[in-house]
């Protein structure tokens, strides 16, 4: 049985991924704030991204536990509307230390545990709007923080290459969450199944590389 941790599995997107790993067989693991998932068949830790110790603790709670793939899934968008005039540092900061350094933290504490397994992947929950050739200037904050992702996903690809470790960055298009809005374009069962099989179909090559949810290649 392949094991899944997915961190940020209380709502949305993670929610919608322990789920469907979970009804699929998988052993799914799932860090939240607060809060149980039993009642779909995963296994719930307690977990703040941002917390090291909490981070170390759950390291040691998986220790010697290989987990085929990694979801970094975790992350905020921040405040809304801040632009050029109206940035709030604390809370760009903020969203950075969420996506960015607690994706990185727990990649770190964990990364044994998927050397260890058989899928060997680790994936990190980007966006589009983290792609630099595509920059529109829209959501600055989040933007910067899932471009850094990005960027850490790729230098991350190339040193665990030798330990045949793949990394890729994932985006899950707009999907109707409390982050994206009831008017996006698709539902997170629509987009955790392209996500799913963008995964499946990962190869050796393929680390490094960042991917739509519909198996298409987005620029860096």
């Not at 799914?28 to 981070?55: Q, S, Y």
């Amino acid at each position: 049985m392949p094991t899944i941790l997915v961190t940020g599995a209380g709502r949305g997107l993670g929610l919608e991924l322990a789920r469907q790993y979970a009804a699929d067989g998988w052993r799914v693991i799932g860090t939240v704030r607060g809060g149980d998932l039993k009642n779909i068949g995963v296994e719930t830790l307690t977990a703040d991204v941002t917390d090291t110790a909490e981070v170390k603790d759950l390291a040691r709670k998986l220790k010697g536990v290989p987990i085929d793939v990694l979801f970094c899934n975790a992350g905020i968008i921040g405040k809304r509307g801040m632009a050029l005039g109206s940035f709030d540092y604390a809370e760009w900061e903020k969203v950075l230390r969420v996506n960015l350094l607690g994706a990185a933290a727990v990649i770190e504490a964990l990364v044994d545990n998927v050397a260890a397994s058989e899928r060997k992947t680790v994936a990190v929950m980007s966006s589009r709007l983290g792609s630099i050739a595509e920059s529109s200037g829209m959501t600055l904050p989040y933007a910067t923080s899932k471009a850094a992702l990005n960027l850490l996903a790729k230098g991350l690809a190339e040193t665990l290459r030798p330990r045949g470790v793949i990394v890729a960055a994932l985006s899950p298009g707009w999907v109707k969450t409390d982050m994206g809005g009831q008017g996006a374009t698709l539902t997170p069962e629509t987009s955790v199944r392209g996500l799913r099989k963008v995964l499946a179909g990962l190869k050796r090559e393929d680390s490094g590389k960042f991917f739509s949810h519909d198996g298409s290649q987005i620029p860096w």
